[in-house]
């Protein structure tokens, strides 16, 4: 059974720094592009960042570029997602997703091209 189950969310203040993580089972994440969503409050869900671990290439939105690192962990079928710098505009729910796409950005990291889906995990940063 494929799934994806995220996990690191929680309070974090303005400025700080927290790791999600996106661990897989049922695939390797070898064989797929991961990536991450988010949610904010009344905003559409967009791609933040995204990996191709057998390409070793990696994407990240321009709003988040320099503080948000994306990487993955083939041992444990495991990506992460290093949040840095965080604002409260980075508040939202994480969703990690896995699709066969090349992660060349905003042309094919779009929530529809995804197979899988976690359910999610709430970031809130305060002020």
């Known amino acids: 059974e494929v799934q994806l189950v995220e996990s690191g969310g929680g309070l974090v203040q303005a400025g700080g720094s927290t790791r999600l993580s996106c661990a897989a089972s049922g695939f390797s994440v070898d064989d797929y592009t991961i990536g991450w969503f988010r949610q904010g409050p009344g905003k559409e869900r967009e791609g933040v960042s995204c990996?191709?671990?057998?390409?070793?290439?990696?994407w990240h939105t321009d709003s988040v570029k320099g503080r948000f690192t994306i990487s993955s962990d083939n041992a444990k079928n495991t990506v992460y997602l290093q949040m840095n710098s965080l604002t409260p505009e980075d508040t939202a729910v994480y969703y990690c997703?896995?699709?066969?796409?090349?992660?060349?950005?905003?042309?094919?990291?779009?929530?529809?091209?995804?197979?899988?889906w976690g359910k999610g995990t709430l970031v809130t940063v305060s002020s």
């Open positions: 997703a896995a699709g066969d796409f090349y992660c060349s950005g905003y042309v094919d990291f779009v929530p529809y091209g995804m197979d899988y």
């Open positions: 990996i191709s671990s057998s390409y070793g290439r990696t």
